[in-house]
């Protein structure tokens, strides 16, 4: 959409209060989710309902009504967004609203597959713990940068010797058919698709493994892929410029998207 949503009001996104309020988003003190939309739906909604609010009290900030949350995002479900982002944080000293859409990845990008680079930044903010999703992400926005800088998708990174996740993803290791992704006490986020993908493969008989990853464990890894709201279950091909696996989207890790978006429609009641 053209319009971004704010405290009730909508506002053209290239007027100049949309954008210096996008533009300072991540400065705020607040908390905010990406989600998917499909079907006039919020896939997970009350998942991620439930962690903004967590993300608002560890910043202080005092969690709308949900009533309010949900009506905020109403018209861009109506009118067919798919990506989401939606933020809370303190302005002008009360809690504020800010919704917008989100851009996803066409069908080419997941028969190309990303790239990353791999980072050793120094130091990882994890203060708040891997169940909130604050507004404070400089640390991130940095590592994106990064990626950008070097012509990639993602930067994934290391902290104390052991793989975390990317600027913007959690991460998924396939090895001899056999699935891992960093454990929560590697520092990573508990993302809702993390969480989301791991029951899916449990629940296809497969039994996914939350372990402590290194380098090492990342670059034997037979396929990658990458999760978050926007992207759902994306391969990773090139990985510091060399090919992962042999450089294309992996049998496995598109059966764990084919089962994944599945569930997408399932769960929005598509199908």
Same mark, same amino acid.
Request: charged residues 25%; glycine residues 10%.
């Given at each position: 959409?053209?319009? =971004?949503?704010?405290?009730?009001?909508?506002?053209?996104?290239?007027?100049? $209060?949309?954008?210096?309020?996008?533009?300072?988003?991540?400065?705020?003190?607040?908390?905010? #989710?990406?989600?998917?939309?499909?079907?006039?739906?919020?896939?997970?909604? #009350?998942?991620?309902?439930?962690?903004?609010?967590?993300?608002? !009290? @560890?910043?202080?900030?005092?969690?709308?009504?949900?009533?309010?949350? $949900?009506?905020?995002?109403?018209?861009?479900?109506?009118?067919? #967004?798919?990506?989401?982002? /939606? +933020? !809370?944080? &303190?302005?002008?000293?009360?809690? %504020?609203?800010?919704?917008?859409?989100?851009?996803?990845?066409? #069908?080419? %990008?997941?028969?190309?597959?990303?790239? %990353?680079?791999?980072?050793?930044?120094?130091?990882?903010?994890?203060? +708040?713990?891997?169940?909130?999703?604050?507004?404070?992400? +400089?640390f991130y926005t940095r590592l994106a940068?990064? @990626?950008?800088?070097?012509?990639?998708?993602? %930067?994934?990174?290391?902290? $104390?010797?052991?793989?975390?996740?990317?600027?913007?993803?959690?991460?998924?290791?396939?090895?001899?058919?056999?699935?891992?992704?960093?454990?929560?006490?590697?520092?990573?986020?508990?993302?809702?698709?993390?969480?989301?993908?791991?029951? /899916?493969? $449990?629940?296809?008989?497969?039994?996914?493994?939350?372990?402590?990853?290194?380098?090492?464990?990342?670059?034997? &890894?037979?396929?990658?892929?990458?999760?978050?709201?926007?992207?759902?279950?994306?391969?990773?091909?090139?990985?510091?410029?060399? @090919?992962?696996?042999?450089?294309?989207?992996?049998?496995?890790?598109?059966?764990?998207?084919? =089962?994944?978006?599945?569930?997408?429609?399932?769960?929005?009641?598509?199908?």
């Amino acid at each position: 959409m053209d319009t =971004v949503y704010f405290n009730g009001s909508w506002l053209p996104r290239e007027s100049s $209060k949309a954008r210096a309020l996008l533009n300072k988003l991540f400065s705020f003190r607040g908390a905010f #989710e990406t989600m998917r939309g499909c079907g006039g739906k919020v896939y997970l909604l #009350e998942r991620h309902l439930n962690r903004l609010t967590k993300g608002c !009290v @560890a910043a202080g900030v005092r969690p709308p009504d949900r009533s309010l949350l $949900k009506k905020s995002l109403s018209s861009f479900l109506a009118a067919g #967004e798919t990506g989401l982002r /939606l +933020a !809370v944080f &303190s302005y002008q000293g009360k809690p %504020a609203i800010l919704v917008s859409s989100r851009q996803r990845p066409d #069908e080419a %990008a997941y028969a190309k597959g990303f790239t %990353a680079v791999l980072l050793k930044p120094a130091g990882h903010p994890n203060s +708040a713990g891997p169940h909130v999703k604050s507004l404070q992400r +400089a640390f991130y926005t940095r590592l994106a940068r990064q @990626a950008r800088q070097k012509g990639s998708d993602e %930067a994934l990174f290391l902290s $104390k010797g052991l793989l975390v996740e990317g600027s913007r993803t959690n991460i998924f290791l396939i090895k001899d058919a056999k699935v891992f992704t960093p454990a929560l006490s590697s520092g990573c986020l508990e993302g809702i698709t993390r969480k989301r993908v791991l029951d /899916l493969l $449990k629940g296809a008989g497969l039994k996914p493994q939350e372990a402590r990853l290194k380098k090492e464990d990342l670059f034997s &890894s037979d396929e990658i892929f990458l999760t978050n709201a926007l992207i759902g279950v994306m391969p990773l091909t090139r990985l510091c410029g060399k @090919a992962v696996g042999r450089g294309r989207p992996g049998r496995l890790t598109l059966s764990v998207r084919k =089962v994944y978006e599945n569930d997408v429609e399932k769960t929005c009641a598509i199908l």
